[in-house]
């Protein structure tokens, strides 16, 4: 299996429905693997797909889906662990993608929705509105297997992937800006436990 996957990248890759993409990965995870969302529309979208004590719905953090997943993947090597962040997000935490790089946690996949705003705070632009390619960026920092998902058979291909072979992935899907359907409960010390729990790391 080649280690670079190929995509027609971000400019050609089709415009995906972020909630629909999500049901997609969340339907996939049939062996307690864990899920960390990040702020905004990501999390809200990863909460409306189905509750799991495996899911870390992260509030007021932007930026730290990618580092938490990292240690969780790190502490559970067995154990799948998958990143669900925003564009904006991203940006705030690239270098953290050197670290992975440098880590290789073969357990760990980053999925990235690129809408090209900060859809939450007002759907002000983010630097991949004017071209920047999360994708080369990952490549880059030494993260080969990443890919933006050109339509939605090729995420669910790519999903698979990340799931049966080593990492660490990143993949990418541009997705429109649709809003939630459903925000997530706000209780931080109940989505700590619930997820704790669902890690096997509390009773």
């Known amino acids: 299996m080649s280690q670079e996957l190929e995509s027609r990248g971000r400019g ?21 693997e864990a ?7 990501t999390n809200f979208d990863l909460w409306a797909a189905g509750r799991r004590p495996q899911n870390f719905y ?7 889906a990618v580092p938490i997943a990292l240690g969780v993947a790190l502490a559970q090597p067995k154990r799948r662990v998958f990143a669900l962040e925003g564009d ?8 953290a993608l050197t670290t992975i790089a440098m880590l290789r946690p073969r357990n ?3 999925v990235v ?20 390619d999360i994708v080369a960026m990952a490549r880059g920092a030494g993260i080969d297997q990443s890919a933006w998902a050109d339509d939605e058979a090729a995420f669910e291909k790519l999903m698979d992937r990340a799931l049966a072979g080593e990492g660490p992935w990143l993949v990418a899907a541009r997705i429109d800006g649709e809003p939630a359907v459903e925000q997530t409960e706000r209780d931080p010390a109940q989505i700590r436990d619930r997820f704790m729990r669902g890690l096997g790391v509390k009773k």
């Open 113 to 132: 929705m690129d809408n090209g705003s900060y859809q939450i705070t007002g759907s002000q632009p983010t630097s991949t509105a004017a071209g920047a």
């Open 88 to 95: 904006g997000s991203i940006l705030m935490q690239l270098g």
């Open 12 to 32: 050609n890759a089709k415009v995906l429905n972020r909630f629909d993409i999500t049901k997609r990965l969340v339907a996939k995870l049939k062996h307690e």
């Open 58 to 64: 992260m509030l007021g953090s932007m930026g730290l």
């Open 35 to 41: 899920v960390v969302g990040g702020i905004g529309n």
């Open 108 to 110: 760990l996949a980053i």
